[in-house]
């Protein structure tokens, strides 16, 4: 308790509020993360959900580490400060650079998307070639690579960062001549290698899915990481006893960008799937 008492002055609050009822923090580097909020939505309804889209600093793909370390505290100590009772880093790239420094940090649950990706490859391949695409700094820290081999330490991993996806993304182009053209050069290793399976290492590669499943080999499985972060999140709440009560109210979520939230509130619903009625603007840093 000591512990949590001295983080909880570091993190710059007065009482850290937990409690069953308070809501699950959620952040990304911007809209991608929505993705897991969505399954989130579908897994835990009795849960009320924070997001913070950092859309004023996106992307975190190409950053240094350190930078990423030091906006992915920033939103910590926000979501601290707004009384979640957990934290669900629904960005690869902060999950890759950051989680080791926030389980450490906060003082509440903290769950990435790395690990339960890696879990989930490793359910559905078959013969242990694995492939796994991310931003370059997803890539680069070697996180799924140390994940899926804490696990199985003779499955073949081949990684290849795809740079160019989330501003094709986000752009829209999702089923372009361009992005095929693309998405074939950056397979192309992976093919190759004859992986079974294709981790989708970053929140915004689940929307190139149909295009992606075109491309690859016959058979490929690709795994969208979002269920089972979501999974994951569950069984974190059910362990630390931290579950909401049962309600049959409709759950109001707030969702926060750091800029541009009238583009959030559009953009948000290509990746949510469903209305979101307001963007709050909170600026960090
Ligand atoms: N959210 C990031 C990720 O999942 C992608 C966007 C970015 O580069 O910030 O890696």
Not at 25 to 54: A, C, K, M, W
Not at 118 to 137: D, E, H, K
Not at 241 to 259: M, Q
Request: proline residues 7%; glycine residues 8%; aromatic residues 6%.
């Amino acid at each position: 308790r000591r512990l949590a008492a001295s983080r909880s002055r570091r993190v710059g609050v007065d009482s850290v509020v937990t409690g069953n009822s308070a809501p699950i923090g959620v952040f990304d580097s911007g809209i991608g993360g929505l993705t897991v909020v969505h399954e989130l939505e579908r897994q835990l309804p009795n849960e009320r959900i924070i997001y913070f889209g950092d859309t004023a600093r996106v992307p975190y793909g190409p950053k240094s580490p350190a930078t990423v370390e030091r906006y992915s505290r920033e939103i910590a100590d926000w979501l601290i400060g707004e009384g979640v009772k957990a934290i669900v880093v629904a960005c690869n790239t902060a999950t890759a650079h950051a989680l080791p420094m926030l389980r450490d940090y906060v003082p509440l649950p903290v769950i990435g998307v790395v690990e339960p990706g890696a879990r989930a490859a490793l359910r559905v391949t078959r013969s242990q070639v694995i492939g796994v695409i991310g931003t370059a700094g997803t890539i680069a820290s070697g996180a799924y690579v140390r994940a899926i081999h804490a696990i199985a330490p003779a499955a073949r991993v081949v990684a290849q960062p795809c740079p160019l996806f989330v501003p094709l993304v986000e752009e829209g182009w999702l089923d372009r001549d361009a992005t095929r053209l693309i998405a074939e050069e950056y397979l192309a290793p992976l093919a190759e290698a004859e992986v079974d399976t294709i981790v989708l290492g970053c929140t915004h590669y689940p929307l190139l899915a149909p295009l992606l499943g075109e491309i690859a080999q016959p058979g490929v499985r690709l795994i969208d990481s979002a269920a089972e972060t979501a999974a994951e999140t569950s069984r974190t709440l059910h362990e630390h006893g931290l579950e909401a009560p049962a309600t049959t109210a409709r759950l109001v979520h707030r969702f926060v960008a750091s800029d541009a939230p009238e583009h959030f509130l559009r953009v948000g619903q290509r990746f949510l799937g469903s209305a979101i009625d307001r963007v709050e603007k909170v600026t960090l840093g």
